[in-house]
């Protein structure tokens, strides 16, 4: 199925090579050549094996919907992230080791995650007792949004038993896309506790990880290692740093409409400086709307028991009309063909009548073993 991407971001060359090079070995593991993976995209394997190489988003989806159709359905992403390892993040692994506590290193690894050449973008909230840990892939790819999240959770609970010991665990795992066959390999990499159908993709962590102190804390190192981090993000990331925070100031606000004056002002600036900024690189506001707009689409429509008129208000759409047509200008097809070509075995709900409650909660499939 093929998909228009508007996301100016997707001819840019920014993914690390490790995600590729532990995907590449993976593939060999299970008994394939992983030069097949890379073969006309522009780079080699011996290329993943220089740090300092990145790749555009578009040679990292073509890769990764390779490797994702000759091992389908087994949890590739799972297997991914838990082939990572702290130095994975590069000099950001590095300034993470440094940090004084888990809290401190999330905080660090929050703000400068870009620079870790990823595929999602993450955000973490302490409520009560509990840290969320969001994550979204805003790639308009379902296959590969799956295979990014899993990655990303398998990878971030090695990063913490790296850190904090190998007791660090998670509460709970949410997932939007709905469940698989493979569920016993999320049991197994993830925890017991794992959910589908969901409206976030969520880890939950008990707060008390926070505030345990790291072993390897140096100050003196950790200030050396930020100043170069931070000296990395300006060099590199200007233009990006700004369509981020464009896009998590809509996506924030995505189910209200997201428009542009209450976007401007959480940004502290007029919408006509906004507008002014994009344009100075050659961006639109609309066109980050629509990119956002059709990357949630397609995460939500991986759950066959979301309803098309759900998805429609949590897009900001204000009916359901406007978002067939919106969603087949970008597929050519409607979300309902689109979600039966994907998911041909499930008879997924035009409309819902089951009792409005806690978005969260609702046809969420709660796996867990006893």
């Excluded at 870009?114 to 969320?132: C, E, F, L, W």
């Excluded at 050519?332 to 409309?351: I, K, M, Q, V």
């Amino acid at each position: 199925m093929n998909v228009k991407v508007q996301d100016p971001t997707f001819e840019l060359a920014l993914v690390s090579p490790f995600l590729l090079q532990t995907l590449a070995e993976v593939v060999q593991h299970k008994g394939i050549d992983p030069q097949s993976l890379c073969r006309g995209l522009g780079f080699t394997l011996e290329d993943l094996q220089d740090p300092t190489q990145r790749i555009s988003y578009r040679q990292a989806v073509a890769m990764i919907q390779r490797a994702l159709k000759v091992l389908p359905n087994q949890g590739l992403g799972l297997w991914v992230g838990a082939q990572n390892v702290l130095g994975t993040l590069g000099l950001l692994g590095h300034v993470l080791s440094l940090c004084k506590t888990l809290r401190d290193a999330f905080a660090l690894g929050i703000r400068h995650q870009h620079t870790s050449g990823g595929i999602v973008v993450s955000s973490v909230d302490v409520v009560g007792a509990q840290v969320y840990l969001d994550v979204e892939c805003r790639l308009p790819f379902a296959d590969v949004q799956v295979f990014a999240v899993e990655e990303f959770f398998a990878s971030l609970l090695v990063y913490g038993r790296a850190l904090v010991g190998v007791d660090f665990k998670a509460i709970a795992v949410e997932f939007v896309h709905a469940a698989p066959d493979y569920l016993s390999e999320y049991q197994r990499l993830l925890g017991p506790d794992v959910r589908f159908g969901c409206l976030h993709n969520r880890m939950l962590i008990d707060a008390q990880w926070l505030d345990v102190n790291l072993p390897n804390h140096h100050s003196l190192a950790l200030r050396q290692a930020v100043a170069l981090l931070e000296l990395e993000a300006a060099q590199v990331h200007q233009k990006l740093d700004l369509i981020q925070a464009v896009e998590r100031a809509i996506a924030r606000d995505l189910s209200s409409g997201s428009h542009i004056e209450k976007i401007a002002g959480d940004l502290n600036m007029s919408s006509r400086t906004l507008r002014r900024r994009l344009t100075e690189h050659a961006l639109t506001f609309e066109a980050l709307l629509e990119q956002v707009r059709q990357a949630r689409t397609m995460s939500l429509l991986a759950n066959p028991d979301m309803p098309i008129e759900r998805i429609t208000e949590e897009v900001g759409y204000s009916d359901v009309r406007s978002f067939r047509r919106a969603f087949k200008r970008w597929t050519g097809l409607s979300p309902s063909a689109w979600r039966n070509d994907a998911h041909p075995h499930s008879s997924p709900p035009e409309t819902s009548d089951r009792p409005e409650g806690e978005g969260a909660d609702r046809g969420v499939l709660r796996v867990t073993s006893t």
